[in-house]
């Protein structure tokens, strides 16, 4: 980081007992009361787990799925029963987890993964399998940062110094292990010795941008400017941005790709004003199984959030409220995907990536 502040606390398994990882607790920061307060949950359960990725407490995709990971050792950790009965409430309590949240992918990934952890781990004594849980858990947070660390370096080429760089909504340290997707080579760019400044989006309605993105990035120490959603357009003709980087939540086979509410708006303004339209996730956010954006779940939130989100009613009571959490920029209008394994670009003359190959080789 910049001015060497310490890494975002976003998430983390804190071990009851030096001596073995089970049982524990999830501690995470509650960003529903960022920037006015620092306040730290301990997560002791799968359904104060499920509750916290609903009401955002914990968010952003791979966060999510890191969550939802330690909500399973948290499902089976004080169970006093034999191993496939361990199995068993492990493949219920994630069922349950699973309700969460539709839009990020990275939830159903890391449960997946947990899953067959526990099915391979099934022959072990009760606290065996517990332990190998957590390990697994504590496995899918490290392989994160690793994961934004190399998205950091890989995207951090595109920055030269004094460029400025539009995000949106919050895809940096709070929204992972740590270390951030979008914000990623920012940080890496910074400590490289380059300056880059920053214009974040407010992110309507819950102001993930305004709250997450504008505290994080001001924390270290980096240049950020804040503007509401609706200034995009005027920023960009003032020549105040020289690309976008945004993260994702569910990236599909053609590289579609789906993010918050207005993601998709940015990138018809970049394209109207030829600047460059950059994603930037783990593999782990990638879906294969869903060939375009057609396939991808969008996440509705309720109309409170639009009509009350500032702590007051700004709307009149009973008027009809549509609000998709998420939409889906397509492919068209991405110049690149940057994963862990580098910047993915569009064969010349193709609209759409091909993630499917570049998964297998
Ligand atoms: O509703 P949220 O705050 O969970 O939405 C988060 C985003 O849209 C992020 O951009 C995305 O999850 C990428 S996080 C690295």
Same mark, same amino acid.
């Given at each position: 980081?910049?001015?060497?502040?310490?890494?975002?606390?976003?998430?983390?398994?804190?071990?009851? %007992? /030096?001596s =073995?990882?089970?049982?524990?607790? +999830?501690?995470i920061?509650?960003q529903t009361?960022?920037? $006015? !307060?620092?306040?730290?949950?301990?997560?002791?359960?799968s359904?104060?787990?499920?509750?916290?990725i609903r009401?955002l407490?914990?968010r952003?995709?791979?966060?999510?799925?890191i969550?939802?990971?330690?909500?399973l050792?948290?499902?089976?950790?004080n169970?006093?029963?034999?191993?496939?009965?361990?199995?068993q409430?492990?493949?219920k309590?994630?069922d349950?987890?699973?309700?969460? %949240? /539709?839009? =990020?992918?990275?939830l159903f990934? +890391?449960?997946?993964r947990?899953?067959?952890?526990?099915? $391979? !781990?099934?022959?072990?004594s009760?606290p065996?399998?517990k332990?190998?849980?957590?390990q697994e858990?504590l496995a899918?947070?490290?392989?994160?940062?690793?994961?934004?660390r190399?998205?950091g370096?890989?995207g951090?080429?595109?920055?030269?110094?004094?460029?400025?760089?539009?995000t949106?909504?919050?895809?940096?340290?709070?929204a992972?292990a740590?270390?951030?997707?979008?914000?990623?080579?920012?940080y890496?760019?910074?400590e490289?010795?380059?300056?880059?400044?920053?214009?974040?989006?407010?992110?309507?309605?819950?102001l993930q941008?305004a709250r997450l993105?504008a505290?994080?990035?001001?924390?270290?120490?980096?240049?950020?400017?804040?503007?509401c959603?609706?200034?995009?357009?005027?920023?960009?003709?003032?020549k105040?941005v020289?690309?976008?980087?945004v993260?994702?939540d569910r990236?599909?086979?053609?590289?579609?790709?789906?993010?918050?509410?207005g993601?998709?708006?940015?990138?018809l303004?970049?394209?109207?004003?030829r600047?460059?339209?950059?994603?930037?996730?783990?593999?782990s956010?990638?879906d294969?199984?869903?060939?375009?954006?057609?396939?991808i779940?969008?996440?509705?939130?309720?109309?409170a959030?639009i009509?009350?989100g500032f702590?007051?009613?700004?709307?009149?009571?009973?008027?009809?409220?549509?609000?998709?959490?998420?939409?889906?920029t397509?492919?068209?209008?991405?110049e690149?995907?940057?994963?862990?394994h580098?910047i993915?670009?569009?064969a010349?003359?193709?609209?759409?990536?091909d993630?499917?190959?570049?998964h297998?080789?």
């Open positions: 980081m910049h001015n060497n502040a310490p890494p975002v606390p976003t998430i983390s398994w804190q071990p009851d %007992r /030096p =073995a990882l089970c049982p524990g607790v +999830a501690r920061i509650d009361c960022l920037p $006015n !307060a620092e306040v730290f949950l301990e997560l002791r359960d359904q104060t787990v499920w509750q916290a009401q407490q914990v952003g995709a791979p966060a999510i799925g969550a939802a990971a330690m909500g050792v948290l499902a089976v950790q169970l006093d029963q034999n191993s496939p009965a361990l199995l409430a492990l493949h309590a994630a349950y987890l699973a309700t969460a %949240r /539709p839009t =990020a992918v990275n990934w +890391a449960l997946a947990m899953r067959a952890t526990a099915q $391979n !781990a099934v022959s072990l009760p065996e399998f332990e190998r849980l957590a858990a899918i947070f490290n392989e994160d940062l690793e994961m934004c190399a998205i370096r890989h951090a080429v595109l920055l030269r110094d004094g460029c400025s760089v539009l949106h909504c919050n895809a940096g340290g709070l992972t740590g270390y951030g997707t979008a914000l990623a080579p920012i890496r760019a910074t490289e010795g380059r300056s880059v400044s920053v214009y974040a989006d407010e992110t309507r309605p819950l941008g993105t505290w994080e990035l001001q924390r270290s120490g980096i240049d950020v400017t804040l503007i959603d609706n200034m995009a357009a005027q920023v960009m003709r003032e105040r020289d690309l976008v980087m993260g994702a990236i599909a086979a053609n590289g579609d790709a789906a993010n918050k509410i993601t998709y708006g940015l990138a303004l970049a394209h109207a004003h600047l460059p339209f950059y994603v930037l996730a783990p593999t956010t990638f294969l199984h869903s060939a375009d954006g057609a396939a779940p969008i996440e509705e939130r309720a109309a959030e009509t009350e702590g007051r009613r700004t709307a009149p009571a009973g008027v009809k409220v549509y609000a998709p959490a998420f939409d889906v397509p492919a068209a209008l991405i690149g995907i940057i994963c862990e580098g993915i670009r569009k010349p003359g193709a609209t759409g990536f993630l499917q190959m570049r297998e080789t």
